[in-house]
């Protein structure tokens, strides 16, 4: 049987962020990740400038990234509104960022293996680690396999039976957008995100709710139903090249609580929780959680303590003092901008009291 100290399911940010972490303290690490990178994702691609000292000193070059200094918030009625951002971020696509990630994890001695587990069990004191053609052991997992994965169902996560009406939709475009800037653009039953990535092109990301979606037969006449009812995004869009073949899309993206950890398995990302988008911190996030457990397990394995229960316990407080409340600020925001006129209401406010909108944003992001 195959064996390796740690074993990490999911090579998306999280988990190749964990693995390069380890990898560089001289752990060894094994990935498996179902999906060959390159890819694109379902993402709005502003990266929180929270994170970038740790990405640079981790080998993660992101100078060709533009700087993104500004927020334009845009409703359908044609208000708008547009403050500076307090921290800021960069506009890089998952296809550039992930990959430069999996180079510097693999450059620090991660291995990978391109292949979907199927099911992971802990039999004390290792795990057993399945997919199609093979099976692994380690005594360490890390769940790093994102919003909602067959695994959820395999370890019957309490979560997996609840449905969400949230659906993710993306394409890139030719065409001019300004670089400094990210556009939040409310419409009714969603929003979506307007940036400049490290390529060149516009990235159109948005969240829908089902019903709204169920209103038109695919995703491509979703995007034109949304140009149609918002003069700001049909200003940008309507001429726009499409870069992709077809628009990517994701359903069923759920919110709520997880654990951090379930059948000793220690989660990281969204495995354990996910960020509204509109915050633009669920990639901060997945890197900064990836990171600390990181740092957990390396002390514990260091420590030589055999107690499984204090470990998840120290993981476990650690990412809720650092996650919690800008979860919990997230989570309002989505109910206030998905309200009817919740936007609108959203952009008088930050117009009469600019000081406002910077708290929220603050509220939902870490520090430098
Ligand atoms: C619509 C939308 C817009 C967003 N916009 C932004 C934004 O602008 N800024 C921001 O910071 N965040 C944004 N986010 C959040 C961000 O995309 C996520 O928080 C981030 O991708 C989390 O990374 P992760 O590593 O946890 O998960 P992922 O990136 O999803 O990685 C999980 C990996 O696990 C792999 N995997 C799953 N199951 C298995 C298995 N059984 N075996 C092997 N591999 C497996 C998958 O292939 C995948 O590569 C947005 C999210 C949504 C839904």
């Not at 004191?125 to 169902?153: C, M, N």
């Not at 370890?155 to 990210?182: A, C, L």
Request: with cysteine.
């Amino acid at each position: 049987m195959n064996s390796s100290e740690i074993i990490i399911i999911g090579g998306g940010l999280a988990g190749l962020t964990a693995a390069r972490h380890l990898a560089a303290m001289g752990r060894g690490v094994t990935v498996f990740e179902k999906q060959q990178l390159p890819h694109h994702k379902v993402c709005g691609e502003y990266l929180s400038k929270e994170v970038l000292p740790y990405l640079k000193q981790s080998g993660v070059d992101l100078e060709d990234a533009p700087h993104i200094d500004r927020l334009v918030l845009s409703s359908a009625g044609g208000k708008s509104l547009s403050c500076p951002l307090p921290l800021g971020g960069i506009g890089i696509s998952r296809y550039a960022l992930d990959y430069r990630l999996y180079q510097a994890a693999e450059k620090a001695g991660a291995v990978f293996v391109w292949q979907s587990v199927e099911a992971v069990l802990w039999r004390d004191p290792h795990f057993q680690v399945t997919t199609r053609e093979e099976t692994w052991e380690a005594p360490y997992v890390i769940g790093s396999w994102g919003k909602r994965s067959v695994l959820d169902r395999v370890q019957n996560r309490g979560f997996f039976s609840k449905s969400s009406p949230w659906m993710g939709i993306k394409m890139h475009y030719r065409t001019e957008y300004p670089k400094d800037q990210v556009g939040l653009y409310g419409f009714e039953g969603g929003y979506g995100g307007l940036s400049v990535t490290e390529s060149g092109a516009v990235n159109f990301c948005y969240l829908i709710h089902k019903e709204r979606f169920r209103e038109t037969p695919n995703l491509e006449s979703c995007t034109k139903s949304l140009l149609k009812e918002h003069p700001g995004l049909r200003e940008v869009l309507e001429e726009a090249e499409p870069l992709f073949p077809k628009a990517l899309g994701i359903s069923n993206i759920y919110f709520g609580h997880k654990e951090p950890n379930k059948d000793h398995v220690l989660m990281a990302g969204d495995a354990v929780r996910l960020i509204h988008p509109l915050c633009g911190n669920g990639m901060a996030m997945a890197i900064e959680s990836g990171r600390l457990l990181a740092e957990v397990l390396d002390e514990y394995i260091k420590g030589g303590n055999e107690n499984r229960r204090l470990l998840e316990q120290t993981y476990r407080k650690i990412w809720e003092k650092t996650f919690k409340t800008r979860l919990w600020v997230g989570a309002r925001l989505q109910q206030v901008l998905t309200s009817p006129n919740g936007l609108n209401i959203g952009i008088q406010a930050g117009a009469k009291v600019p000081f406002l909108l910077r708290t929220v944003i603050r509220k939902t992001h870490g520090t430098v």
